[in-house]
């Protein structure tokens, strides 16, 4: 991840990059465009979105408890990856929505935040 994204996070912001030739969004924001190479800007995602695609994960060398539920939302133009901490894999469908709520972790580091899902809003 970029310092630019971390940094950002840790004011309570969610930031991708923007292509300014073909539009193309990216997660963590890159200088340069994945698609056409261009150099790109920020844009601010919205921390409400939909979930894509979800999988359960049962070995992890994270601290997580295990089983636990990682999903891909879409928030605005750009696609985020996350830890869904509120729900059971049997309870979430693609299309729930979520909201992305950012949390200081206890560190010495300016940049000591991080991310996680709640589920808001079940599809079914």
């Given amino acids: 991840m970029s310092a630019e994204f971390l940094s ?7 930031l991708a990059s923007k292509c300014g030739e073909c539009g193309s969004c990216s997660l963590p924001p890159r200088r340069r465009c994945p698609e056409c190479g261009a150099e790109t800007g920020y844009v601010e995602l919205p921390h409400r979105g939909r979930i894509i ?11 997580a408890e295990l089983p636990y539920v990682v999903a891909i939302a879409e928030l605005g133009e750009a696609r985020l990856p996350g830890i869904v901490r509120n729900a059971r894999y049997e309870d979430i469908a693609i299309g729930d ?25 079940q599809k079914r």
Avoid: D, N
Avoid at 8 to 14: F, H, V, Y
Avoid at 53 to 63: D, L, M, N, P
Avoid at 97 to 116: A, D
């Fill in 8 to 14: 950002a996070l840790c004011e309570g912001r969610i």
């Fill in 53 to 63: 695609t979800y999988s359960e994960i049962h070995v992890s060398a994270s601290r």
């Fill in 97 to 121: 929505e979520i909201e992305v709520i950012i949390e200081k972790r206890p560190s010495e580091s300016p940049l000591s935040c991080w991310y996680f899902f709640r589920l808001t809003k």
